[in-house]
């Protein structure tokens, strides 16, 4: 079954200093890759998507992610975080199956200190 | 353009007692989904459904029922709460152009069942 492994369950950085956030996809096939970030009690935003075509995805606020087939990775950076960057991001892959359906990563809770 | 808004936005219920959340969306979606969000657990899919008048089971689907009887409208029932149904609950919706589609989500639902 495909799977989404979110390798950090919390990140904490500083302000001004670059942000890692680590996904790993399970498609043997060439998926769709999403990162959603959900600030506190908010819903989903988009942050960026990879749908083959190139492999480094720009997003917004700064955010952007590298698709790497040989890794089946696609990890999030930022060069330089900022106190807003704080909230939960979410590595997602799909649509896929007869419904389009999305298969979620577990969560990466960013903090952010001054 | 108010993309997917969901009523209500908090709600407290008994166990045993029902209700129904509503998402509305419109972007002429096909799609739509409703999730659940539990801590540590990333979101899982309750329901869904690929038009008017269809809706099908998503990996969660136990305890709820839902309807489609226009486009722009799915709701969510709960026929009979249990505190174990205690979640946020997230709508998308999505346009049917296949994996480069994106998602979109609604602000959310807290529900707490006593």
């Known amino acids: 079954a495909q799977s989404v492994t979110q390798l950090d369950s919390h990140v904490s950085v500083s302000e001004g200093t670059p942000v890692l956030l680590r996904c790993n996809y399970s498609?043997?096939?060439?998926?769709?890759l999403f990162w959603y970030v959900q600030h506190p009690n908010k819903g989903l935003q988009l942050l960026l998507k990879y749908t083959s075509a190139a492999t480094l995805v720009k997003g917004i606020n700064g955010f952007e992610a590298e698709f790497k087939k040989s890794e089946t990775s696609f990890h999030l950076t930022k060069p330089s975080a900022h106190m807003s960057d704080a909230a939960e991001y979410f590595c997602?892959?799909?649509?896929?199956?007869?419904?389009?359906?999305?298969?979620f990563g577990a969560g990466t809770r960013l903090a952010v200190h001054p | 353009n108010a993309g997917v808004t969901q009523t209500p936005k908090f709600r407290v219920l008994k166990t045993g007692q029902s209700m129904t959340l509503l998402c509305a969306q419109d972007?002429?979606?096909?799609?739509m989904y409703w999730y659940r969000q539990d801590p540590g657990m990333g979101l899982r899919l309750i329901h869904y459904s690929v038009g008017e008048g269809t809706t099908a089971k998503g990996e969660v689907p136990d305890g709820y029922n839902v309807s489609r009887l226009k486009k722009q409208n799915f709701l969510l029932g709960l026929e009979s709460a249990a505190p174990s149904q205690t979640s946020v609950y997230f709508c998308?919706?999505?346009?049917?152009?296949?994996?480069?589609?994106?998602?979109?989500f609604g602000p959310g639902t807290r529900l707490l069942v006593l």
């Open positions: 998308a919706s999505m346009g049917r152009g296949g994996p480069k589609e994106t998602q979109y």
């Open positions: 972007m002429n979606h096909e799609y």
């Open positions: 498609s043997s096939y060439s998926p769709s």
């Open positions: 997602v892959e799909g649509p896929s199956g007869g419904y389009n359906k999305l298969i």
